[in-house]
């Protein structure tokens, strides 16, 4: 079979190799086999690998769904009965958090900082001296609107100072950017198939220890559908989902894991690297500004600054890239106008150097000076 290959410079779904996507064509089979649970079984121990974990201390969740649903059953199913949690929130994806509490009306408090800066851990200190009632802190690791990475080694550890748990977003940097669960004090952390782990769509897994796991079976069962202890539980008893899982999509997954091993976190993270630096490159060639200064940025989203050219238009853009087999992709700021470009997925710098030809030849076709040009 003969798969177009597409280069996805968004911040996942990310390029996937064309063995995983054929992973997914296979004989049916029912879930409920032993066969299928076994299958999960070695998913879920790798899941927990991937993070260095014991596994006697974290377990893998599986779920499906998006990264959104990990971000939900974390907030919902962790907190007990009267406290609070406290919401770092420096960017799109940690506001998403604290709209998640709204949601399902969680005291918390929504420690709103400055989107284009790490988070100021004196201010997150005081917050818990003085917030004695916060059971569960939560932060995004990088903050996959801007590419902003956070310090969690040193939020988890005050987290653990202050008594409570620590639970991080880690779905744009798990199974890219190295993360040892227990050094970076992470209680519970999240990703989704289709990002670092170069699978598809609708798989989502949390990590985390399964002692806490165990205690929140007597915390409110505030979701009936997305509970962490039930599924766990369930998974602990009877190898399975409670409810019908993503067959196809898990097929997928493991065939990525098995490639993720044989590139090697270290190697797979020097690509990654190595991806990214050719998007410094070629935004330097073309004159563009970056939002996040470098020494802040996680490695693998690059938020650009849009030129003020009356020519510049994003839409034309992105088609003109699209047309040519690479996605680029609107910011998500809030005020900054911006686009994105992304170092997830299976490619490598030969990818890079052939967008920013066509990415070239679209200012080009749209009139826009190059380079570009800021007031
Ligand atoms: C992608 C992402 C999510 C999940 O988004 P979905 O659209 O639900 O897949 C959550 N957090 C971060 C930091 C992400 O990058």
Known sequence: MDI???????????????TVKLAQVVPDI????????????QLRGDLVRVVHGDPEQYTAVLFCGSGTLCMDVCLNSLLPEGKKALIVHNGAYSARAADICQAYHLPHIDLELPYDRPADLTIVETTLRENPNIALVYATHNETGTGLLNPIREMGALTHQYGAIFVTDTTSTYAMRPIDI?????DFCM???QKGLMAVTGLSFIIGRRDVI???????RRSYYANLYRQYDYFERTGEMEFTPPVQTVYAAIQAMKEYWNEGETAKWARHS?????????LESLGFQELISREWQAGLVAAVRCPDDPRWDF???HDLCYAQGFTIYPGKVGTADTFRLCALGAIDVPDIQDFFQVFRDALETCGVAIPVQYR
């Open 214 to 220: 165990e205690a929140s079976r007597d915390y409110p």
């Open 191 to 193: 990703a989704s198939a």
């Open 4 to 18: 177009k290959r597409n280069i996805l410079l968004n911040p996942g779904p990310a390029t996937t190799t064309d």
């Open 274 to 282: 190595r991806a990214f630096a050719a998007i410094h490159t070629g």
């Open 182 to 186: 227990e050094a970076e004090n992470i």
């Open 315 to 317: 839409d034309r853009i």
């Open 30 to 41: 029912c879930p409920r086999e032993r066969e299928f649970a076994g299958r999960m079984a």
